[in-house]
């Protein structure tokens, strides 16, 4: 069966979705991988790796991704799985 891969919004790599962190902006709001809990709605994947998450963070990927002004505490929130 066919693995389901997605493009990391950084090194612009196609990766399989367990190999990224998933960024949803849903009603406004943005979430990051929730195993738990489902969000629906746009979504940007960035690698699991130190250097793919600090250059999201320095440049503002998910800001170009959404086309919306994000807040910091998801860029924090993105330092925690690394």
């Known amino acids: 069966m066919n693995e389901p891969l997605r493009m990391c919004i950084v090194c612009r790599q196609m990766k399989p979705k367990e190999a990224l962190i998933r960024v949803t902006l849903c009603k406004?709001?943005?979430?990051?991988n929730n195993d738990k809990q489902k969000y629906f709605g746009r979504s940007a994947y960035i690698c699991k790796n130190e250097e793919c998450v600090n250059t999201a963070i320095k440049k503002h990927s998910l800001n170009r991704a959404f086309h919306k002004e994000i807040d910091k505490q998801t860029y924090e929130e993105l330092t925690k799985f690394i």
């Open 28 to 32: 406004g709001e943005t979430h990051i």
